[in-house]
């Protein structure tokens, strides 16, 4: 029997990471097996299993990923900062969002926004994918749905369930993960990875995953959530907490 409070402590230490990944220890075949069957049996809607994930180990493939070029939108500056906290103190208190300090500070400032977009030069994402030693690419076949799932929003829902196991699975083997959502959300950068990896058009782009081991050791950040009480009503909505 699985122990719940090592299980809860695993699901409450399970983390992004942000920092960089030593490309010289590999990920062995059969953990990457296990972090796969881990994503096989993620519950989905209708049992569609709606997901097709490409592994890449190829050096020359992920470098060839890495020269895809992306530009920073004004929307995400807009709707990123409806989400910042600007202090510590600010986001303990918040408990929601994202802490501001590991932004650049024209991303801070609503007023630089516009200016930003218009100059900004389209980078390569090498940065963000590279470094690594597997990255795995989430598709979605856009065939497909759930009955009565309009905008297919179970199969997503589907898709976060693989996510969670695969993730959950790799940090208890002491493997580290990052969800990269721009390669889903941006259609050029979805395009080109189905040009580079011969990807059906019908085929769409959810995320990336990068897998691997910190290197260095891990870079802890702070994380903060609602406390059960905040989000929970008993028995109607404005009936707060657990009785």
Partial sequence: MVDVNEFLELIKNRESARGPFDPDKPIATEDLRMILE?????PTAHNMQNFEIVVIDDPAVMEEIGTIKST??????K???EQLSFSVEEFQQKKTGVLGMMFPDAWKDPEQFEELVANAEPTPIGQRVG???VLLIVLYDSRKRAPTSEG????????GCMMENLWLQANAMGISVQILATLGQSPYIA???KTILG???YMGVAFGIRLGYPAGGSYPYLRVRREVDE???HNGYQQMGLE
């Fill in 152 to 159: 297919d929003t179970l199969g997503f829902e589907s898709i």
């Fill in 131 to 133: 470094g690594c030693p």
């Fill in 38 to 42: 881990a994503a096989r049996w993620a």
């Fill in 191 to 193: 395009s080109e990875l």
């Fill in 72 to 77: 920073i939108s004004l929307d995400f500056l």
């Fill in 231 to 233: 989000f929970t009503h």
């Fill in 199 to 201: 990807i059906p058009d």
């Fill in 79 to 81: 709707e990123n900062y």
